[in-house]
Each structure stands twice: as C-alpha cells, then as structure tokens.
C-alpha cells in the first residue's frame, strides 16, 4: 500500500482559494491513480476529482468542476488539489485517495486513505 498525508487545510473566506498537497510514501506513487474526496458533516463521502497515473487524463464532479483542478508531481510523489472561487458548500474534510483505478468514483475501490483535512469556507 502507498501512505498518504494531506496538508493545506484551513478557513477561507467564500470567493478565496486553497490548495491541498498530498504526500505519498511507499509503493510506487506513479503506479497509483489518484483522487480527492470530500465528506460534509452528515454527508456521505463524495468524489471531488481524479487524475490518472501519467497526469494525462483528468476528472471532476459537477459541482467543483471550472473551479478546482487537480494536478501531479510524480517526481515528488505528490497530488495536488487547487481550489478557487470556494463556496460555503465546499465546506468539508478532503481525502486524498489512491484509487483502483483512474474511473473509481466509489469511496468502496479505493486502495488507500489519507486522514483528511479540514477546509472550512465561510460566507
């Protein structure tokens, strides 16, 4: 399994931006597709993008599409999540996420967690 740790969460005013790292250590990070997932209090956890394992192909939700992007470094082992133009509904703990495969959109395939971080949007 590859080892996952997210950074870059916090509070934002709505219209600001974060971005999201996530660190990977262990099997080959490049092997992975990767993805964001994020889950609101209450909510189940949703599928916010994938990015498969060259960078070459990307995917996003409706609802952050235009406004997140979702990007690479495999050199670093590292996914990124680029958020702009946040909205209080953005409001949520994001996990990055090793995927089975670049179309698992389903908390159930994937191969490994991180322990979330906090964004918090405020209106």
């Known amino acids: 399994q590859v080892q996952l740790v997210e950074s870059g969460g916090g509070l934002v005013q709505a219209g600001g931006s974060l971005r999201l790292s996530c660190a990977a250590s262990?099997?080959?990070?490049?092997?992975?597709?990767m993805g964001w997932f994020r889950q609101a209090p209450g909510k189940e956890r949703e599928f916010v993008a994938a990015?498969?394992?060259?960078?070459?192909?990307?995917s996003y939700a409706d609802s952050v599409k235009g406004r997140f992007t979702i990007s690479r470094d495999n050199a670093k082992t590292t996914v990124y999540l680029q958020m702009n133009s946040l909205k209080p509904e953005d409001t949520a703990v994001y996990y990055c996420?090793?995927?089975?495969?670049?179309?698992?959109?389903?908390?159930?395939?994937?191969?490994?967690w991180g322990q979330g971080t906090q964004v918090t949007v405020s209106s």
């Open positions: 996420a090793a995927l089975l495969g670049y179309y698992s959109r389903s908390p159930r395939d994937i191969t490994s």
């Open positions: 262990g099997r080959t990070f490049s092997n992975y597709a």
């Open positions: 990015i498969n394992r060259s960078g070459s192909s990307l």
